[in-house]
């Protein structure tokens, strides 16, 4: 099989197939109150809303994320970082970066931060449109936010880009 060949399958030359491909993502949206939580497939190609996780406080969040990343066997956290719509960072994002590296010093998996200016606004549209009622999308928006960072990272990925 040649290097640009996967099981009989075009894969974009220089990138590895079975490394950069093929394992579960963890997606996290912060907020004040709740981390929304979003989880791809097993293959990394699709994600999803899973949960969101009431912010107590670093220990018990941090063991929180950990059960999930553990019962779902996640191998990458992706973290949407709150870049303002010039492209610079202001306080949440320099938060946001506090939190990556303390999960970067806490977890044996890759963590990584993926940009994700409007995704919350893009959650909240996309539940407006599907009629769900302000109750239910306050409790959903935070994963579905989290499932658009993580969908938006494995694209580039898995088009061939290498992550910001």
Request: aromatic share 4%; charged share 30%; proline share 4%.
């Given at each position: 099989?040649g290097?640009?060949?996967a099981?009989g399958?075009?894969?974009?030359?220089?990138?590895?197939?079975m490394?950069n491909?093929?394992e579960r993502?963890?997606g996290?949206d912060?907020?004040e109150k709740?981390?929304?939580?979003a989880?791809s497939?097993?293959l990394?190609?699709?994600?999803?809303p899973l949960?969101?996780?009431?912010?107590?406080?670093?220990?018990?969040d941090?063991?929180a994320l950990r059960?999930?990343?553990?019962s779902?066997?996640?191998?990458r956290v992706?973290v949407?970082?709150?870049?303002r719509?010039?492209g610079t960072?202001?306080e949440r994002a320099?938060?946001?970066?506090?939190?990556v590296?303390?999960?970067?010093?806490?977890?044996?998996?890759p963590?990584?931060s993926?940009?994700e200016?409007l995704?919350?606004a893009q959650?909240?549209?996309?539940?407006?449109?599907?009629d769900?009622?302000?109750?239910k999308?306050?409790?959903?928006?935070d994963?579905?936010a989290a499932?658009?960072?993580?969908q938006?990272?494995?694209d580039y990925?898995?088009?061939?880009?290498i992550?910001?």
């Amino acid at each position: 099989m040649g290097d640009n060949q996967a099981d009989g399958a075009a894969v974009p030359k220089g990138t590895d197939w079975m490394q950069n491909s093929v394992e579960r993502c963890l997606g996290l949206d912060l907020g004040e109150k709740r981390i929304g939580v979003a989880l791809s497939d097993p293959l990394g190609w699709t994600a999803g809303p899973l949960t969101a996780v009431a912010r107590i406080g670093w220990r018990r969040d941090l063991a929180a994320l950990r059960s999930l990343i553990d019962s779902h066997e996640v191998c990458r956290v992706i973290v949407g970082l709150p870049i303002r719509m010039d492209g610079t960072a202001g306080e949440r994002a320099r938060r946001t970066q506090e939190f990556v590296e303390r999960l970067r010093a806490s977890l044996s998996i890759p963590v990584e931060s993926w940009d994700e200016r409007l995704t919350t606004a893009q959650a909240e549209r996309v539940l407006l449109e599907a009629d769900v009622r302000r109750e239910k999308r306050r409790q959903v928006v935070d994963s579905m936010a989290a499932s658009l960072i993580l969908q938006g990272y494995l694209d580039y990925r898995n088009a061939g880009g290498i992550p910001r």
